[in-house]
T-cell receptor, first 112, second 111 residues
Framework: DQQVKQNSPSLSVQEGRISILNCDYT??????FLWYKKYPAEGPTFLIS?????DKNEDGRFTVFLNKSAKHLSLHIVPSQPGDSAVYFC???????????FGTGTRLTIIP | NAGVTQTPKFRVLKTGQSMTLLCAQD?????MYWYRQDPGMGLRLIHY???????AKGEVPDGYNVSRLKKQNFLLGLESAAPSQTSVYFC??????????FGPGTRLLVL
């Protein structure tokens, strides 16, 4: 049972445009959501997070939106740069647990 | 600050052999985790620890054992390796239930 789903395995976006990565979840107990970025042969690195009490969080070119009623979150990257080409994982944690549940990842390719 | 380090970076095993993967963190984090990453499967939690001397099972614990004898180290053991354990293994640590910091990974091939 995949509790965190990233339905797009890959996405290609032109440099300078907006990249939108999507993530859906099924567990209503999730209260904290994170995005990780992963380059080949490296470990995932934390990118941005959002608590369930918010619906938006910004950090420079990265913005995460949370729609609790739809159990959906998205990561917006504006403007997209070649260095953003990587695999992006969505993750979620439930109230008072120590564990993260990860999605299967979306490979983002920025076309120069 | 080295962050999270993993040893070895790459290993080839024959079916039935055993090995131990070492994870070390210098951030004084309480929580430590072992994941495996397989194509199309994302990151799946194998075992985790909420403090020195504690361990707990994750999503895919079968065939693995762990130990957390020191706060900074988390060991992952394979007693009898199987080809299904061919994967990339990541260790992570955190100070809370939220942001986890990952090591660079160990690539394991079981023949």
């Amino acid at each position: 049972d995949q509790q965190v789903k990233q339905n797009s395995p890959s996405l290609s976006v032109q440099e300078g445009r907006i990249s939108i990565l999507n993530c859906d979840y099924t567990n209503s107990m999730f209260d904290y959501f994170l995005w990780y970025k992963k380059y080949p042969a490296e470990g995932p690195t934390f990118l941005i997070s959002i608590s369930s009490i918010k619906d938006k969080n910004e950090d420079g070119r990265f913005t995460v939106f949370l729609n609790k009623s739809a159990k959906h979150l998205s990561l917006h990257i504006v403007p997209s740069q070649p260095g953003d080409s990587a695999v992006y994982f969505c993750a979620a944690s439930a109230i008072s647990t120590e564990k993260l549940t990860f999605g299967t990842g979306t490979r983002l390719t920025i076309i120069p | 600050n080295a962050g999270v380090t993993q040893t070895p970076k790459f290993r080839v095993l024959k079916t039935g052999q055993s090995m131990t993967l070492l994870c070390a963190q210098d951030m004084n984090h309480e929580y430590m985790y072992w994941y495996r990453q397989d194509p199309g499967m994302g990151l799946r939690l194998i075992h985790y620890s909420v403090g020195e001397g504690t361990t707990a099972k994750g999503e895919v614990p079968d065939g693995y054992n762990v130990s957390r004898l020191k706060k900074q180290n988390f060991l992952l053991g394979l007693e009898s390796a199987a080809p299904s354990q061919t994967s990339v293994y990541f260790c992570a640590s955190s100070s809370s239930q939220e942001t986890q910091y990952f090591g660079p990974g160990t690539r394991l091939l079981v023949l």
